[in-house]
């Protein structure tokens, strides 16, 4: 019997890669987009030698409409079930509002949302057809509350929080689970060198680990949303 599918876009860094290591150590076979082929490389082969499973891996920029359907094609092309997809392909460019350059709303809206939109629309006629799966998106506490210096990021957050909570009432009668995931501050290369002690963070692997620990409920049960802070509050 084939192994199911965990399916991370975004896959091989930060909090993507820490995903994609729990779903392969639970011994599900994993698939992963990115951007950047030396990083995929390494990602398969280390995600294989370690976990013994499979480690399916597609250079894609989801934020280009054609791509996010391609991935989505390639990932029903191996035939085998869908157990997870995570959205996580994502970034952050700092500013307001009444500042950022022209054109960044528009490239974070298409690289936080669409992304997530056309690789799930591709996906979720198969969840469907199975009358199971799970989906994470990954969002951010920018969803629930906007702040300084947030501009076009946090607004394209709300969208994706939006996305993920229609997603969810679409998809109760089909037995597809949906769960939004609002992150605070996590210690990523994103984060390196500015200054503030690594303590002060969460771990990529507190969400990997909360994540496991809301698509192992029983089928009878799913947990919307998931926020996460550090201890000490927001940074």
């Known amino acids: 019997m084939s192994r199911k599918l965990a399916v991370v876009s975004g896959g091989t860094r930060g909090i993507g890669r820490a995903i994609a290591e729990q779903f392969a150590k639970n011994d599900f076979d994993i698939v992963i987009s990115a951007r950047n082929e030396t990083d995929l490389a390494e990602t398969k082969q280390a995600i294989e030698a370690q976990y013994g499973v499979k480690c399916y891996v597609q250079k894609a920029d989801l934020a280009i409409k054609s791509q996010a359907i391609a991935f989505a094609e390639f990932i029903k092309s191996l035939a085998q079930p869908i157990g997870m997809l995570t959205n ?27 992304s997530a939109y056309h690789l799930t629309r591709g996906l979720i006629p198969t969840m469907i057809e199975q009358h199971s799966g799970h989906i994470f998106n990954i969002c951010s506490v920018a969803s629930l509350k906007a702040y300084p210096n947030g501009g076009s990021y946090s607004i394209s957050k709300f969208a994706l929080l939006g996305f993920s909570k229609v997603l969810r009432e679409e998809m109760k009668e089909y037995g597809v ?3 939004s995931v609002m992150p605070g501050a996590v210690y990523t290369d994103s984060w390196a060198g500015a200054g503030i002690p690594e303590e002060r963070f969460m771990t990529v692997a507190d969400i990997a680990e909360t994540i496991w620990s809301a698509y192992s409920l029983s089928k009878n049960a799913v947990i919307e949303d998931i926020v996460l802070r550090p201890q000490s509050g927001d940074i």
């Open 88 to 114: 996580n392909a994502g970034t952050f460019i700092p500013g307001n509002v009444h500042e950022e350059a022209d054109g960044v709303l528009e490239q974070l809206i298409e690289t936080n949302l669409y």
């Open 177 to 179: 689970k949906v769960t």
